[in-house]
């Protein structure tokens, strides 16, 4: 009895620690009430250009899955505390942004609530004008392994290559 509530009260306190993370970093995202409806466009991307004095940001979601798992997930993108767009399923967004530091997270807004992860990451970005920055939201689960969800920074090259091939993503907020 005694090694049972010893494991108890482990498991609690790995479940409150591995909140806190998820509460700071939701300060970066936007109201949790807000939801979007996402399709992805089928058309090929094309690079955007920064606006005069901004920086353009892509965040391009990758899902890899076991071959018996169903359904694209939705990823909503959060900048600074606002929510600025949406992917389903492998697609891509993009947005300008402008100079100076910011704070850029993802949040698994479909994510199935049997599923224990932490379904929110992020990053801080420092931007410079002219500039484009790629980031790769990913959740990766394989037959007989655990569902992981995370947020990469990319190089240019690897940026543009994912971008390449995934179509982009269009999102609009659900009333």
């Known amino acids: 009895m005694r090694s049972s509530l010893t494991l108890l009260l482990l498991f ?9 993370p998820s509460s700071a970093l939701k300060t970066a995202c936007g109201p949790d009430q807000i939801k979007f409806s996402v399709k992805s466009t089928g058309q ?19 899902f890899d899955h076991a071959p018996n798992e169903w359904g694209r997930p939705t990823v909503r993108v959060g900048l600074d505390g606002s929510w600025v767009g949406a992917n ?7 947005f300008s942004v402008d100079p100076g530091e910011h704070h850029i997270c993802v949040d698994w807004q479909s994510r199935p609530f049997t599923i224990p992860i932490l379904s929110v990451a992020g ?17 990766v689960q394989h037959e ?19 971008v390449a091939h995934s179509p982009r993503s269009e999102f609009h907020q659900n009333k």
Do not use: C, Q
């Open 123 to 139: 990053s801080s970005l420092t931007v410079e004008p002219g500039n484009t920055y790629f980031f790769r939201a990913h959740i």
């Open 44 to 62: 090929e991307a094309t690079d955007a250009k920064p606006e005069p004095g901004k920086a353009v940001v892509y965040v391009i979601e990758e």
């Open 144 to 162: 007989g392994t655990p569902w992981t969800f995370g947020l990469d920074s990319l190089n240019a090259d690897e940026g543009r290559i994912l």
């Open 12 to 20: 609690s306190t790995a479940l409150l620690a591995d909140d806190a």
């Open 88 to 94: 389903r399923g492998t697609s891509h967004i993009s």
